[in-house]
């Protein structure tokens, strides 16, 4: 079964080309997630680049809005790690913002490069000015047993309602902005949320494998 423990959320609402997260101590051979939303106000913002923690980061998946330019990034680490800060680096872009999560995940196959087989398949979405809606269809779910994780962002501070059959996670609030992380486990694939009218939305998801019951797959 899949299990998550939250090792640390924030936000900065300074502009700048980096940020750090609160330090953590993930532990050994767990996979580590970690969400970013950030905006860039005149062009689509770089995607982030991860370091910290003795890990590789590797992106899942982003999406930015248009026109207003926000993005989310999802990443994935899995490793020997140490403690300390995840360093979040938009190579020289000011931001005007940043938003992060960062989740340990337990239960969840880990083999191939960097855990690459615990990510099943993703998706994004990144509706118009004034929605009040995102939605992101995926593929089937293969297993029952699997977990969804979705990560959108808007730009405004007014609390976001997670889809049917999913959990908040996290949600994050400042400079203008809401961050929100949310999950389910299940065979439901179609992740989204509902909030008042706003703008510069994005949004990504994406299916987690879980072990099997008999616990075959371990750490290589």
Request: proline residues 4%; negative net charge; hydrophobic residues 35%.
């Amino acid at each position: 079964m899949i299990t998550y423990s939250t090792l640390t959320s924030g936000n900065s609402t300074a502009d700048a080309t980096s940020y750090n997260t609160a330090p953590i101590t993930p532990l050994s051979n767990k996979l580590i997630l970690v969400f970013v939303s950030s905006r860039y106000g005149s062009a689509e913002a770089n995607t982030p680049t991860l370091s910290g923690n003795s890990l590789t980061w590797t992106e899942i998946t982003h999406r930015y809005s248009t026109p207003r330019n926000g993005k989310v990034t999802a990443f994935r680490a899995i490793g020997i790690p140490s403690s300390g800060a995840i360093t979040i680096d938009f190579d020289g872009q000011t931001q005007q913002n940043c938003h992060w999560a960062v989740l340990q995940l337990d239960g969840v196959v880990v083999t191939g490069t960097n855990a690459s087989d615990a990510v099943v398949q993703t998706g994004t979405d990144a509706p118009g000015d004034g929605s009040t809606t995102a939605s992101i269809t995926l593929s089937a779910i293969s297993l029952s047993t699997n977990a969804v994780f979705g990560e959108i962002t808007k730009c405004d501070e007014n609390d976001i309602t997670p889809g049917s059959g999913f959990t908040e996670i996290v949600e994050i609030q400042g400079d203008s902005r809401t961050t929100q992380v949310q999950w389910q486990i299940g065979t439901d694939n179609t992740c989204d949320w509902s909030f008042a009218a706003s703008n510069d939305i994005a949004a990504i998801a994406f299916e987690v494998k879980a072990l099997p019951a008999s616990g075959f797959f371990a750490f290589m």
